[in-house]
C-alpha cells in the first residue's frame, strides 16, 4: 500500500556459518524494514566460549557441553523474538544445529524459511515439511522477506 509505513520484521538468520550467505540477504533487503540476527559465527569463539567465561575443562565433552549451553542463551533468545528464521544448510558439514533451530523454530510457530541446494531435498524432507518456503538460494528469500514487507513480486 503505497505511502503506509512497513513494520519493522526480526528475522534470525541461522545454519551454516562458511559461506556468505547472511551477508548476500543482508545486503540484498537494502531499503526494507527488517533487522537480522545470528549466532555467533566466529566457530572458535562460539566452540570455546563456555571455558573463556566459565573455566577450562580438560574432558572435550564438557567443553563442548559449556559452550552449546552459552550458545543456547543466545539462540533460543533471538529465535523467541524473530518473526522469520531462516535456516541455511550448507553442502561441506552436517548441520545437526541448524535442523534443532528449524525444529525449535517450528515448534514455536515461528515462520520459518529453509535454505538449500537440491543436493538435500531429501535428507531435509522433514524439515522442509514444516517450513513455509523452501529456498535454494539467498536471493530467493531476499524476494520472499520483500514480498511479505511490500507485496511486490521480483521482476
Known amino acids: 500500500m503505497a505511502g503506509k509505513e512497513q513494520e519493522l520484521l526480526n528475522v534470525y538468520l541461522s545454519g551454516e556459518i562458511h559461506t556468505d550467505w547472511r551477508d548476500q540477504i543482508i545486503a540484498g533487503s537494502t531499503g526494507l524494514e527488517v533487522a537480522f540476527s545470528a549466532p555467533v559465527t566466529d566457530h572458535d569463539a562460539s566452540d570455546d566460549c563456555g571455558v573463556a567465561i566459565l573455566g577450562a575443562e580438560p574432558n572435550k565433552f564438557w567443553h563442548d557441553h559449556k559452550g552449546a549451553k552459552l550458545n ?3 539462540t533460543r533468545r533471538l529465535i523467541e523474538q524473530a518473526d522469520v528464521v531462516v535456516v541455511r544448510f550448507g553442502d561441506k558439514y552436517k548441520q545437526w544445529n541448524a535442523a534443532f533451530d528449524a525444529g525449535y ?14 543436493d538435500h531435498q531429501h535428507a531435509l524432507k522433514e524439515v522442509d515439511a514444516a517450513a513455509l518456503a523452501v529456498a535454494e538460494d539467498p536471493q530467493q528469500v531476499v524476494q520472499i522477506l520483500r514480498y511479505v514487507l511490500t507485496g511486490q513480486l521480483p521482476g
Open 72 to 74: 543456547a542463551i543466545r
Open 105 to 118: 523454530a517450528a515448534a514455536l510457530g515461528k515462520s520459518l524459511i529453509v535454505l538449500h541446494g537440491p
